[in-house]
């Protein structure tokens, strides 16, 4: 076995989610729920089959977020992981317990707009998500000043009351 890892090639601010599912329906009943979440949603997905023909299967409302979907999928190469692509504007806040609730998906490795590194094993049969770096390491712990920006941040951009 070879431990590798795959950067996310992504534009900084978007967000995506990371998941792994089981079943080719995946990619309809995902995009279903997506756009059933939030009206006029952008967005691109893409999901690795990992067998019969073992193709990057996609869909999406976004050809820039499908496009972005489908690169990364192509390099992740991992059996039954999948990507989405959120639009500008669009936030795995609104959609990621949707996505969980799909009844296919077996876990969310992810949800960020970090930089992000995919944690693969490879064998001879192929690849697997172990896990991933979700942006960078704890620099300290936060003092009353910081609570304080914390807490007006999520007001400013009306999360909190």
């Given at each position: 076995m070879q431990l590798i890892t795959v950067k996310i090639d992504k534009p900084e601010a978007t967000n995506f989610i990371l998941g792994q599912t089981h079943f080719i329906k995946s990619v309809e009943d995902l995009h279903e729920a997506?756009?059933?979440?939030?009206?006029?949603?952008?967005?691109?997905?893409?999901?690795?089959?990992?067998s019969g023909k073992?193709?990057?299967r996609w869909s999406g409302t976004d050809p820039a977020m499908v496009e972005l979907?489908?690169?990364n999928a192509k390099t992740l190469a991992a059996g039954h992981c999948f990507i989405i692509?959120?639009?500008?504007?669009?936030?795995?806040?609104?959609?990621?317990?949707?996505?969980?609730?799909?009844?296919?998906?077996?876990?969310?490795?992810?949800a960020t707009a970090n930089p992000t590194e995919v944690i693969l094993a490879e064998t001879e049969q192929g690849r697997g998500v172990l896990g991933v770096v979700d942006g960078f390491p704890a620099k300290g712990v936060e003092d009353e000043d910081d609570i304080s920006w914390?807490?007006?941040?999520l007001r400013q951009i009306g999360y909190k009351l």
């Open positions: 997506l756009v059933g979440a939030v009206p006029g949603i952008k967005f691109g997905l893409a999901f690795c089959e990992a073992c193709l990057v979907a489908r690169n692509f959120l639009g500008e504007g669009f936030y795995p806040l609104n959609v990621l317990n949707t996505v969980k609730m799909v009844p296919e998906v077996c876990r969310i490795f992810c914390r807490k007006n941040l």
